[in-house]
Each structure stands twice: as structure tokens, then as C-alpha cells.
């Protein structure tokens, strides 16, 4: 079948489709996959669909040319057929203008479900029509792992192995990661840190032979099926207002906010794209000052927001420099080697033009959670208050709408939200159960060959 091709920000990878992607992840030339050209999409095309239609409507300009209509619709239908809210990504005014896009009703309560509810069923059609068999590993400081868990679990011929550092994640989603019911889900609690738990994995990646023994693979936001799925709910909500917005996003890897940037680029029109960050900065730095450095990661009360680099921002350079391969390769070599590097004024100027970007710290955090309860009663999540706090920032315009992308549930973060206004925020009825649920996971030393033998033993007996 023909279809869209992908190209690697980096250059030195053939161009594939959409299911070499999916699977794929990373290209092989150590970039990222972006479509040759970015199809156009007509609001005409989205407004007075539901959410389902109009990711049918965006994603098969992508994925069409390995997926036929009828397998993507199914897919997708199925994807949110579960979710808490049929509207699937609601949109909720909570101020003169200023409105949040609830994108937390799936399986596990954060935004990520609505691209991998997606994905891994896609995922799975395309391992089904090849008959190859895929190893999923992850790292995880919570959300990542309990929504790949929920979109891969009981999947044919894959196998989930997921990562959480042992004693450092809240207990919800400890415990949606470690009650699923699914044989081919496997958690192991890892006696270290994140980055212990992520060191780890980029070292089974870079183990050649095993990887290839296991059918490794990843679905962390560096895929671009993922910035697909997730640009669909930038147009339902600019249909819904029938006016160009701007976005306020809570950012870490910078995979939310540069769907944004995708769906600008598809021809919808966004007035701005907001980067809100915590304490972790790295973003806020480079947008606002044109240098791009990490940082040591901080732990904050937005934990899915405490990351040291911005894996994404890779394809917004990308962008930004005229699609300039070789410069994009040389200056992720120079950031790989110098952990820094200074953008050119013409990158900064072509960045300028969509985004701009705010840092909001703890406290911040805990007076904004309060402060929306006050007004409006309602409780939010503390990723949400980050992208709160920065819209409140932007100048008041009575005519241009803002929307914050309220990426979580509160029930999720209960102890932020209990800090801040005393309440406890109750979870969905089909989780009350949560804590009564049989917990399954392994706790292993941090140590790569450990790991990788529990893999393989485990892989060998599926
Ligand atoms: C993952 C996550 C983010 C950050 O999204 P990026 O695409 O990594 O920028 C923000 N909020 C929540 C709740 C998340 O789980």
C-alpha cells in the first residue's frame, strides 16, 4: 500500500510508513520520525463530529496507507469506547474566556490514555499482519507506565514490562500499574530512581542482540503515532469555540505541546502555544533565553513533569531550522556531549512565532489549586495548576480564548490536592475498588542483567 512517508530529524534513516513507525519508535539513525509532508486538515472536516470521528478524520492522512478505513475506525471506536466521558475530551469554562480541556476520562486518569488506547491497538493489528511478536519496555515515574499497562495488556503476541521506582510513586498509580489482571503485563519494582530505571532501559536498547532476541520496542512519547493521536483534540476544541485559541500545556517531554505545533501545521489555525513548566525548567530556559541545557531534575508535586531533557523539542528544532537535517544532527550531537547548546536567532525567531513559555513552582502550584476551588469549586490535579498559573500570565484579552490542557485526573495526585484546599478528590466509581485489588510485581536490584534475565526467562515462557 502507498501512503505517507516518515523521515528521520536527523537524515541518515530511509524514509518508511506509518506501521515501520508504529513499531519502531525511534528511527534508526538515533532521530525522530516526522511525515515527509504535513497533510492539511480543514476545520470543515472536524466541526460537529464526535471525538471518534475526528480521529478517524486526522489519523488516517497518516496511518492510511497500512491501515484500512475500516480497521482504523474499528480501532479506534474501541479506543474510546471506555472512556468515563462519551465527549471524550470535554471542554469546560472556568473563567471569562479561559476554559480547561479535560483530557483525563481514560482508563488511567491522564492524557496519555488517548493516544495509547489508540496505539496499542494499532500496534497490535500490525504485529498480527506481519506475525512478528514485540517486546514493550518502560520506564516509568508513574502515568507512562499505568496507561502503556492499560493499552497493551492483554494484547496478542506482546509483552509489557514496566519499570517504577520502588517506593516512589503514589499509591494510585503504583497500584494501577500492579492490579492488572493481564498475563502478558509485567511490573517490576525497581530498588533505585527513575533515572536508574531509565538508564537501564536505554542500556537494553543499546544491547544490539538482546534487543533483537526480544523484539524490543518502546511507546514513550518519541513516537510519532503518539503526536498523531494527541493533535486530534486541538482541532475538536478549536471547532468547538469556532476560534483560534491559545493552548496553555503542561510540559515535559514536550510531546503535548508540540501535537499542538503538528496540528498548526496541518493548516489549524492557533492563536499561541503556551509551555508551562515546573520547577524542571529546561523548556522555559530554552524558549526564553535561546539556550538549551539541562538541568538536575527536581522532584515537584507535577512528578510526570520532572524530566531533565525535552526528547520532543528534537522535532520543533527541526521545524524551526527549515527541516535542516544535518544542523539538527549536529546540534544533538553537541547536546548529547555538552549537555548545552545556544540556538541561532533564526531558530529562536522561528520558535517565537508559536510558542512562548512560563515556569511555575511549588508553591505556585499549591495557592493555584486553591484559588480555582475558591472561584469555581472545582478541584484540579497539580499539572493542570502548572498550566493554570501560566495562563494567568498571558495578558487578559475579552476576545481570544484560552484553553489549559488539564492533563490529569485529581484523584490521581490526592495529596497536592488535600495540601491545597483540604479535599480529597474522589475517584471514578470503577476504581473504587482500587485498594482492595491483588497487587503483582517483582522487585529487582537496579541492575541491567537482572533485568534483562528476568526478561528474557519471562519472554521464553510466554
Ligand atoms: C506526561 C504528562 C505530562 C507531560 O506531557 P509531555 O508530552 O511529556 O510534555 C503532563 N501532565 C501529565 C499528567 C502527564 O502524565
Known amino acids: 500500500m502507498t501512503g505517507l512517508r516518515f523521515i528521520s530529524t536527523r537524515g541518515q534513516a530511509p524514509a518508511c510508513g506509518f506501521a515501520d513507525v508504529l513499531l519502531a519508535g525511534l528511527a534508526p539513525d538515533g532521530g525522530l520520525y516526522m511525515p515527509e509532508a504535513w497533510p492539511q486538515i480543514d476545520l470543515s472536516e472536524i466541526a460537529g463530529k464526535s471525538y471518534a470521528e475526528a480521529a478517524f478524520a486526522v489519523l488516517k492522512h497518516f496511518a492510511g496507507g497500512d491501515f484500512t478505513d475500516a480497521e482504523l475506525k474499528a480501532d479506534i471506536d474501541s479506543a474510546y469506547a471506555g472512556f468515563d466521558d462519551a465527549r471524550i475530551a470535554p471542554l469546560v469554562e472556568i473563567g471569562p474566556n479561559l476554559f480547561l480541556l479535560e483530557l483525563f476520562h ?51 503476541n506482546i509483552e509489557v514490562f514496566v519499570m517504577h521506582p520502588k517506593g516512589r510513586v503514589s499509591e494510585v498509580q503504583r497500584r494501577q500499574m500492579t492490579t492488572s489482571a493481564h498475563t502478558n503485563v509485567h511490573n517490576i519494582a525497581l530498588e533505585g530512581s527513575f533515572d536508574d530505571a531509565q538508564a537501564i532501559v536505554k542500556d537494553l536498547f543499546a544491547d544490539t542482540v538482546f534487543a533483537a532476541s526480544v523484539h524490543l520496542t518502546a511507546v514513550n512519547s518519541i513516537n510519532f503515532a503518539r503526536i498523531a493521536a494527541q493533535s486530534v483534540y486541538y482541532f475538536t476544541a478549536t471547532a468547538q469555540l469556532e476560534k483560534p485559541a491559545t493552548f496553555v500545556v503542561p510540559t515535559g517531554n514536550f510531546g503535548d505541546v508540540f501535537a499542538g505545533e503538528a496540528a498548526m501545521r496541518m493548516g489549524l489555525a492557533i492563536e499561541k502555544l503556551v509551555v508551562a513548566t515546573n520547577a524542571n525548567d529546561i523548556m522555559a530556559r530554552a524558549l526564553n533565553e535561546g539556550v538549551y541545557e539541562a538541568g538536575r531534575a527536581q522532584h515537584t508535586l507535577s512528578p510526570s513533569m520532572d524530566i531533565q531533557v525535552a526528547s520532543n523539542f528534537e522535532r520543533a528544532l527541526f521545524e524551526a531550522s527549515g527541516r535542516d537535517a544535518d544542523w539538527t544532527r549536529r546540534a544533538m550531537a553537541d547536546f548529547a556531549r555538552d549537555k548545552r547548546i545556544v540556538l541561532p536567532a533564526s531558530v529562536r525567531a522561528a520558535l517565537a512565532e508559536r510558542y512562548e513559555a512560563f515556569r511555575t513552582d511549588d508553591t505556585e502550584t499549591l495557592a493555584t489549586i486553591r484559588l480555582v476551588h475558591a472561584e469555581t469549586g472545582r478541584l484540579i490535579d497539580p499539572h493542570t495548576a502548572v498550566a493554570v498559573a501560566a495562563a494567568g500570565r498571558l495578558p487578559i484579552d475579552a476576545f481570544k480564548p484560552k484553553i489549559v490542557l488539564s492533563t490529569a485526573h485529581p484523584a490521581k ?48 515462557a510466554s
Open 413 to 460: 495526585f490526592p495529596d497536592a490536592v488535600r495540601e491545597a484546599t483540604g479535599q480529597i478528590p474522589p475517584l471514578p466509581p470503577r476504581l473504587t475498588d482500587l485498594f482492595n485489588r491483588e497487587e503483582k510485581m517483582t522487585a529487582l536490584a537496579p541492575d541491567k542483567g537482572l533485568v534483562q534475565a528476568y526478561i528474557t526467562a519471562r519472554v521464553a
Open 106 to 156: 481514560g482508563p488511567t486518569l491522564a492524557f496519555k490514555d488517548i493516544a495509547l488506547q489508540v496505539l496499542g491497538r494499532l500496534f497490535a493489528r500490525a504485529l498480527a499482519k506481519r506475525g512478528g511478536r514485540a517486546t514493550v519496555v518502560a520506564a516509568t515515574s508513574g502515568d507512562t507506565g499505568s496507561a502503556a499497562i492499560a493499552a497493551l495488556g492483554g494484547l496478542a
